[in-house]
């Protein structure tokens, strides 16, 4: 029978993409085998932190957890896509109560990302820069493909999609354009609803002419391009 280790749900103001500012409820999924150096969620990579429910019990959770005028279920981590059965069976009932489902995954495999996204209505996909220490610097471009892989595959199911990108003080402006490039060789600006470049908060941060420039890289291909910190950062807020 299909578990799943849940760290924590809880109720917060999006503080992330192109829908912050929105009334939320997370689902944080346990464990995230990868080790960005801004993670935020570092209590939740282990894969034995928080606790194990059965999907009776979990979908149950959600159902007791979830207020009124709640925009979306946002499924975070973690690492949503180590658990994507789990991910997709929580995601299949939260939309069968009518509330809309959102992904907010690294995208590093795109198999589990294909059994994902049929029950998730709004999806952010994150490509991440080679300077993240994400993975090591090899298996980069392996996982620059598997997001290209799911970004098409979101955009392909006609789901609302946007791009994200972490920038950091050691982001480079020369990789990061060829990162641009290859992902708008494969889609177009009418796909996506925007394209995040969000600055890393707190040690890292990069400086306002950096994040100018790669604003500029990003901006001859979509008018939909925003620099957008951390909203829940600023305000105190899970
Ligand atoms: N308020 C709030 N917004 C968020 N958006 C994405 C989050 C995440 O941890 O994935 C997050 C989070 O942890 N808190
Ligand atoms: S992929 Fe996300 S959860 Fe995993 S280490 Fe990176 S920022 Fe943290
Ligand atoms: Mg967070």
Redesign the pocket.
């Known amino acids: 029978m299909l578990n799943v280790r849940l760290y924590e749900i809880f109720t917060?103001?999006?503080?992330?993409?192109v829908l912050?500012g929105t009334k939320?409820l997370?689902v944080?999924l346990a464990g995230c085998p990868f080790g960005c150096y801004y993670c935020?969620?570092e209590e939740a990579l282990p894969a034995d932190s928080g606790e194990e429910h059965t999907m009776e019990e979990a979908c149950r959770m959600i159902d007791d957890a979830i207020q009124p005028n709640t925009y979306k279920v946002?499924f975070?981590?973690g690492e949503p896509l180590v658990q994507h059965e789990a991910v997709a069976g929580m995601a299949r009932h939260v939309q069968s109560s009518g509330v809309p489902t959102y992904l907010?995954s690294s995208c590093y495999d795109a198999d589990r990302f294909r059994t994902v996204i049929p029950h998730i209505d709004i999806v952010k996909v994150e490509f991440k820069t080679a300077d993240s220490a994400f993975v090591e610097e090899g298996q980069h471009p392996r996982i620059v493909r598997s997001a290209t892989e799911c970004l098409r595959a979101a955009v392909d199911l006609g789901r609302e999609t946007y791009i994200k990108v972490v920038a950091g003080e050691g982001t480079k402006p020369g990789p990061f354009a060829e990162l641009v490039g290859g992902i708008f060789s494969e889609v177009s600006n009418d796909d996506i609803s925007g394209f995040v470049i969000q600055p890393v908060t707190g040690p890292g941060a990069p400086t306002l002419d950096a994040l100018l420039e790669l604003h500029d890289i990003v901006r001859p291909y979509s008018n939909k391009v925003r620099v957008i910190p951390?909203?829940?950062k600023a305000i105190g807020?899970?």
């Open positions: 917060s103001i999006e503080g992330e993409g912050f939320t997370f944080r935020d969620t946002n975070t981590g907010e951390q909203l829940h807020a899970p």
